[in-house]
């Protein structure tokens, strides 16, 4: 099924037509960021004025190029950038798990004989975070970005890096202040990320990262906190190298299905 914008949409959106809705908007601009033969039939449909008006602004631009600083972009296309990458409801989530990591890392310190909790946290870590990433429950912007060509694994995608760029650092610092190994700290982070992606295109990423975080703390971490014995899946040897080869499978999985993504309704 093509994902170009139809032939009277564009004409609608080059005539400035007030009646066109902001999710049609929102999809032809998007689409025409990436796609040259629309830009070049956008051009077909536009009217003698704006014809006009273009070639007076573009020799504007032209002059103002010649004689100072590049024109600054349009704030609504920053606009557009930014919403693929970062949504505001991540801040809160995000700052709820740095604060439950700062804790854990307390709890070691006064603790010293009990289970890294760092350890037994990493894992789920971003999980809040990946939840919310792509979510209608949680996204103001959900319905009008889930019409567009810009949603899908490629969002959610962006979206994650921006989860694992604030908490894994947060993790090395918290593994390099309590003595726990980084590798310990990093695969599972990175496994159970993937992993919830994976899953996330056939329940829904939200039910995913719930499923995952609900089965970790049930199979791991509190038979850990009642035994005070780390499990196998948390020592040192060959487990970086599992969690590792499981990122790089849910991966995979996740690429190979990123159609899953775009079918996802309720599920989200």
Request: charged share 10%; proline share 7%; hydrophobic share 55%.
């Amino acid at each position: 099924m093509s994902t170009h914008p139809e032939p009277t949409v564009l004409a609608r959106y080059a005539e400035g037509d007030p009646g066109l809705d902001d999710a049609a908007v929102w999809t032809v601009e998007s689409h025409l960021e990436t796609c040259p033969d629309c830009r070049a039939r956008l051009t077909g449909h536009l009217t003698g004025d704006t014809r006009a008006l273009l070639e007076t602004v573009a020799a504007g631009i032209d002059r103002g190029i010649v004689a100072g600083p590049a024109p600054v972009r349009n704030p609504r296309a920053w606009s557009v950038t930014g919403r693929r990458w970062f949504t505001v409801t991540l801040a809160p989530w995000l700052i709820m798990t740095a604060a439950m990591i700062g804790c854990a890392v307390l709890m070691n310190v006064l603790e010293p004989q009990m289970p890294s909790l760092v350890l037994l946290l990493a894992p789920v870590a971003p999980l809040p975070g990946v939840a919310v990433a792509w979510s209608r429950r949680t996204d103001p912007a959900w319905e009008l970005i889930a019409a567009t060509p810009a949603a899908g694994l490629a969002m959610l995608l962006r979206r994650t890096a921006v989860v694992l760029a604030v908490i894994m650092p947060l993790l090395v610092l918290a593994g390099a202040y309590t003595g726990t190994s980084i590798a310990l700290l990093l695969a599972p982070c990175l496994a159970f990320t993937a992993s919830s992606i994976a899953l996330g295109a056939l329940i829904g990423v939200h039910r995913a990262a719930f499923v995952l975080a609900a089965l970790w703390a049930a199979a791991i971490v509190l038979p850990t906190l009642v035994t005070a014995e780390l499990p196998v899946v948390l020592q040192s040897g060959a487990a970086p190298a599992g969690w590792t080869l499981v990122a790089a499978v849910t991966t995979g999985f996740a690429v190979a299905r990123a159609d899953l993504f775009r079918r996802l309704t309720s599920g989200n």
